[in-house]
């Protein structure tokens, strides 16, 4: 399976900024730039060859993975007993760099650099990094629509399992198992599967919790392929509906089918909430919809843009967003319906194809 | 379930260091000090009420959280649309704060505080939190033990896999089926199952390999109980072993029991690794045990100390830690032997009790 490759952008970025290299510490960012899942620090200087700093633990990994990559990275062997800090500055000397951008520090860390450095030549470039992720490229878009495909059948299975005296934490058992069946090689997140007076809490933690006739039941959850990751969420019901339950449902469903109508590139992240937040205020929901409609993801699963209110970034064509609306109604329950979509010049596509309803 | 409440230890620190008050942003030493999985960050003064606040995703569940709480925390609704260091800034303006302590924040948000508060008044206290957070009391004991028991559940579950044709995915899909059906409310890292070459990687990801007659596989797993987790390896033969399996898996266990038999409080980190790697340097595999001994662990899955050279560090009693050499052969196989113990002033406790042994 291929993986990503971007040292190239980091390169250009260092240009730009006027750095003479970036300091990577952020896995996402190792992984964004070099395909590789692991290593503690790299180091990508404007020009020359890029280093990156390995403990023994990821040594023989990191070797095999850059013997067969497209450029030269010098993977340096962080000894045990040597400290990463003593380690970075010693590599960052050798390497003649005086401007330095970097995406993230612990503050001990960024002290010692300001001292090194003076503080005037330390670029906090984590914003710009971001800006980069943000746009998905061919490898990428085929990640995450993998994805989301193994994430569907993870979905199927949890719709089987809707009867009453399972518990919340089997469900999440026997999806996870199908997930990977389908190939997922890691949760991106803990699943949630929130049932009767739980699904009203957007962020449950399944618990032993029996299901009962009449609960509703939140599902939320994701797989990743080669490193890129999705994010959907159903709700069903177990047994029949009553008739509040299928309101907030139909409300929620319409806010997220009109949202995914209007995305498109060239509106503000805040436009699209606002078009599935005017739907569930208009019916009277209004406070229930507690969360932002979305965010983007791609080798995390919170990424930025946040789809939310406040947040005035337009969105660009190939980012990943996830659209889900909620309603919920505390100590009742509620209703959450989300996608992973892939947003166009002139609209946008949803990835994680699965049918609605709470009993679809 | 009991979950942990440790305000009064984080107030006396706050005397301790003469801060009016600690700024707490790390979900784990949230969770450390109130109990609550969930909000943005945590004002904990040295006198007078502490105050959390939390984004409409986790509003109803801090509500429910606090309102039981042994005492009064505020909780401070972080409206839709805020920004999270606008809120921040207000809130401890409100306090009175002068002298301000931390864990860990974003350089942005440091150098907003450095230039509000002058950056004398801010006082790094990750590493006195993480001293705090190493010592275990009774009710963390008893989470970490049962996290164990559980954890065994999914090795038992494993160790009956061990047949050529299964894939590492599937194996792991069972495994974490097994894990949730007794209880284990998350998993605390990517599971892995390494077979053959894969089993040479010490953090190896779990791929669609089939395992074959003759490979090593090395299975590595955890799980949760209210927030605290447990951690253990074992490595098991499909077949019959070969010989220079059986040999490197007696050095590996050996080097492990005398670790195991050595460790106690009132010894460095650094004393009990080198015991367990001297076993494995005199029988001549020294440089295939390529990263530290073990390290702690407790609401998160890597928390200090770490048991490896160069740290001199004293371990203290009610420490719960991981003991896991292992030996690597690149391109033929490893072996890791791990288990979570509980350290006393006198010896250890092995908390993940499960069979030694190639095929146990």
Known sequence: MKVP???GKLRSLASEKEADAILISRPSNIFYAT???????????????????VGGVDLTAAQERFSKAPEVVRVEHVRLGEKL????????????????GFDELPIKTYSRLAKEFGRGNL?????????????KDELEKELVREACRMAVKGMEAASELMEPGRTELEIVGEIEEALRKAGSEEHPFNIIVASGPNSALPHARASGRELKKGDLVVVDLGATCSGYVSDMTRTF?????????????????????????ALRAGLKA???DRVARSVIEEAGYGPYFVHGLGHGLGIEVHEPPRLAPGFEEVLGANYTVTVEPGIYLPGRGGVRIEDTVLVFEDGCEVLTEFPYGLKP
Chains 1, 2 share one sequence.
């Open 85 to 100: 800090d003593d380690r970075t500055m010693k590599l960052l000397k050798e390497m003649g760099i005086r401007k330095l």
């Open 270 to 272: 805040s436009e699209v």
């Open 35 to 53: 395909g590789f899942k692991g290593g503690s620090r790299l180091v990508v200087p404007a020009e020359g060859e890029p280093a990156i700093l």
């Open 123 to 135: 670029a906090d470039l984590s914003g710009p990094i971001w800006d980069l992720r943000k746009s």
């Open 5 to 7: 490759w971007h040292l």
């Open 237 to 261: 019901v177990v047994g029949k509906p009553e008739g509040w339950q299928e309101e907030i449902y139909r409300i929620v469903r319409e806010a997220q089918e009109k949202a995914i109508m």
